[in-house]
């Protein structure tokens, strides 16, 4: 027999094998007999210091790490922008734009000079209000670079910008006011990347991934305290450049997380046998290269898992292009049952002040406990988000046996229908408590709008990962995000009106958006015909549960 060439079992011809392959083979068989190594057998694992690793995969404990990495980093870093106001305080005892500040005179007996700072309000409002901006349109090109060059390259993006936010933030001074531009855009955009980064964590976790998608997003909603955090420790003398100075430093765990505890390109869903990611310990990379020639054709390490599953999640086909999934009548209406009701949100926080002053006649006192009891509801938006998770996972538990493919999409998909209606009850409820003109049921509405908004984001994240193919979810969530950023912007004439011909009485603009936020109700009719739509063509085509081990069922692009 010729050389190079082994002899095959019957009926499958002669297989070639490299002189290299030959001489590897005879080492591996005398280390074998001296006990150093056992020889491979078909399908066997690489040797070496990450054998274990390779061989089981990610290990619960390296889930569970990522997972509560994960909130941590939410919950600490990702929307931090959010608690502005707490840090409007300290700016403006530290005399930012107070040159905008002109002298004025009082009405009184004698006149008085005084300060007229409403240039400087419109001066950290208007930071505000690019940043806050950045952090919904900027979703779609950060979930552009995602989806196209996966979790490592984001993130190293995200932890750059974020470092350069808090940077210009510990060396601004009140003569370089001017950097808080920047800065705030740069923390905003930093930190609705490593959220989007983060969300795939679900898919480690397949019966809770929506509970986890839905605890994310609570935390970034929580994430606001940390600047309420910065104000105290400001008032116990702590200066503003050693704080920030700490959160640049932060971003060597970033890294570190992203390194060891984070995937190259992105988790797949469903998770597939023995799924591993991140760097591993040393001598990883020469025995994962020996595995690579030792596998046999067609096995896949634990890095190159195909993303997508034979029959994608979404009930898509697989390859289903962006184009027909954002061009589609499920994505338009969801785009517009997350607008309506995210400007309903935004409007209160924008009109909650003069309300407030209108129902409590002027009395400062009560104001500003109102206020504080406001500010407090926020921070509960973690413990609230993850309700919306076990509505979405609800058909996930129990023992009966649960469905897969085509099937289980289907499932998901009709599962996100009671989410999506009780997201929009929610809000509609808090809409009718906000427009009760009577100081104490405001308590009451601060509660069902931190409910509602935990519901509302968490909600629209976990139902993008479920109706759609993954590997557009980054392009897919960061549309819906800058197209609700766009209708947010009516917020302005909105809050115009408010100021001027309604007299601060925002009563009948609250009767109006009533009737706004019930538009929402027609996404998840359309889900539910969707479903419908799919259900149907299963049972013509027989389910895979019914038909032969062969049969792929695929459902058509969602309409």
Known sequence: MARGVTQAPLGTGPRVTSRASQGRRRRERTLGAAGLVKTPQAGARPVGACAGAMAGGAGLAKRLGTLLSGLLECGAFCGIIFGWASLVFVLKDLGYFEGLCQPSATPGPNLTLGSDCSGQDEQFSL?????????????????????????TAARLIAISLY????????????????????????LSVGGILLILTNMQVGNLFGNYRSIIITLYNGAFDSSSAIFLIVKLLYEQGLSLRAMFLFLAAC??????????????????????PNYDYGLQCWGRSRSYRAHKDKQTPGEAGPEETPLEPPIARGGDVPGTPFRACACSWLFAWH????????????????????????????????????????AFTQLCGVLCAPWNGLILDRHKRGKDPRPEGTLAALADLRSAVLSLAVTVALCLLFSVLAAVPVLPAQFGTFVLQVISRSFLYGGNAAFLAIAFPPQHFGKLYGLAMALSALVALLQYPCVALVQGPLQGDPFYMNLGLITVVLVAFVSPVVVARECQRRAKELGMAGTPLAGPPSTEIHAETPH
């Open 163 to 186: 470092t350069g936010g808090t940077l210009l933030v510990a060396f601004s001074t009140p003569e370089l006011a001017v950097l808080l531009f920047p800065a705030m855009s740069m």
């Open 127 to 151: 930071v505000f209000t690019i940043g806050s901006f950045m952090n919904n349109f900027m979703t779609f090109p950060m979930g552009v670079v995602f989806d196209r060059f996966g979790t």
């Open 335 to 374: 785009v517009a049952w997350l607008s309506v009701m995210q400007l309903r949100h935004y409007l209160f926080i924008g009109t909650l002040n003069p309300q407030l002053e209108h129902l409590a006649h002027g009395d400062h006192a009560l104001v500003s406990t109102y206020t504080n009891a406001f």
């Open 251 to 272: 971003s060597a765990w970033h890294l570190l997380r992203t390194l060891f505890l984070m995937p190259r390109s992105r988790i797949p869903y469903p998770l597939p």
